[in-house]
């Protein structure tokens, strides 16, 4: 486990640190992308953090693309299902992967080839469809498939994922936002797209944001955001971000 402390931006600054109200502590979690074994490895190590912390309402956020790319969508997407069982107060962030899977599955055919192009593949055999049928399959057969597989619960599970959550001082988003327009006013699309007008913006934004969908080596910390998709499916670490006050701290699960 990688444990690190951080309190609030530099004192020396003019700008107040970032916080959430007292007594409460927030885990946002990066994009698991189908790799189970890491998440459920992250999960213990946040519990054996909360034990360690002491009591507070907690929350979890999970910062979306549960599923594809990795191994075990399926089963991701099952644990989370019983995560929200066990801590009533797990949010979930619907990510670009999400949306693309959904619409494959509402039938959208051009969402279906972009899926297979994008890691759907991974999911679909997650599902329990074996590479020989897959690769046998053409889309319409596949998109029947897709429906025969998918259980209801999954698909009502990952539609009801939202687009922003707020805690304090933080908001909670996929990609990002787009900068200059108010979090009220923000695109669906932005919120689980957008890269370089977000990424490259220099400044701060009416929230501290923290987000995922671009991947760094390590948690990526700007004047207005913290990006901790470190890419777990890719071989690198699955992390959490941790914040209580205007303390921030760092868990990572290894691949």
Same mark, same amino acid.
């Given at each position: 486990?990688?444990?690190?402390?951080?309190?609030?931006?530099?004192?020396?600054?003019?700008? +107040?640190?970032?916080?959430? +109200?007292?007594?409460?502590?927030?885990?946002?979690?990066?994009?698991?992308?189908?790799c189970?074994t890491?998440?459920?490895?992250?999960?213990?190590?946040?519990?054996?953090?909360?034990?360690?912390?002491?009591?507070?309402?907690?929350?979890?956020?999970?910062?979306?693309?549960?599923?594809?790319?990795?191994?075990?969508?399926?089963?991701?997407?099952?644990?989370?299902?019983?995560?929200?069982?066990e801590?009533?107060?797990?949010?979930?962030?619907?990510?670009?992967?999400?949306?693309?899977?959904?619409?494959?599955?509402?039938?959208?055919?051009?969402?279906?080839?972009?899926?297979?192009?994008i890691?759907?593949?991974?999911?679909?055999?997650?599902?329990?469809?074996?590479?020989?049928?897959?690769?046998?399959?053409?889309?319409?057969?596949?998109?029947?498939?897709?429906?025969?597989?998918? +259980?209801?619960?999954?698909?009502?599970?990952?539609?009801?994922?939202?687009?922003?959550?707020?805690?304090?001082?933080?908001?909670?988003?996929?990609? =990002?936002?787009?900068?200059?327009?108010?979090?009220?006013?923000q695109?669906?699309?932005?919120?689980? /797209?957008?890269?370089g007008?977000?990424?490259?913006?220099p400044?701060r934004?009416?929230k501290?944001?923290?987000? =995922?969908?671009?991947?760094?080596?390590?948690?990526?910390?700007?004047? =207005?955001?913290?990006?901790?998709?470190?890419?777990?499916y890719?071989?690198?670490?699955?992390?959490?971000?941790?914040?209580?006050?205007?303390?921030? /701290?760092?868990?990572?699960?290894?691949?």
């Amino acid at each position: 486990m990688l444990r690190k402390l951080f309190r609030g931006g530099a004192r020396a600054s003019a700008t +107040p640190p970032s916080m959430i +109200p007292p007594g409460e502590r927030v885990y946002a979690i990066g994009d698991v992308h189908g790799c189970l074994t890491q998440l459920d490895a992250l999960l213990a190590m946040m519990a054996q953090d909360e034990a360690e912390r002491g009591a507070a309402e907690t929350t979890i956020v999970m910062l979306g693309d549960v599923v594809d790319r990795g191994p075990a969508s399926a089963q991701v997407v099952e644990r989370l299902i019983a995560l929200k069982a066990e801590a009533p107060r797990t949010r979930f962030l619907k990510g670009n992967h999400e949306e693309v899977f959904l619409h494959a599955l509402g039938g959208d055919d051009q969402a279906l080839r972009m899926f297979c192009r994008i890691g759907g593949r991974e999911t679909i055999m997650s599902y329990g469809v074996d590479a020989r049928e897959y690769e046998r399959l053409d889309y319409a057969e596949l998109a029947k498939r897709l429906l025969a597989v998918v +259980p209801d619960a999954h698909r009502g599970f990952l539609d009801a994922f939202e687009d922003v959550v707020t805690i304090g001082d933080y908001a909670f988003v996929h990609a =990002g936002i787009r900068p200059n327009v108010a979090l009220s006013l923000q695109k669906s699309s932005d919120l689980r /797209w957008i890269r370089g007008a977000f990424l490259d913006y220099p400044g701060r934004h009416e929230k501290m944001i923290v987000h =995922g969908h671009t991947i760094t080596p390590e948690v990526e910390r700007r004047a =207005g955001r913290i990006g901790i998709d470190t890419g777990a499916y890719a071989g690198g670490p699955l992390t959490a971000l941790g914040i209580e006050g205007d303390a921030t /701290w760092v868990l990572q699960a290894p691949a």
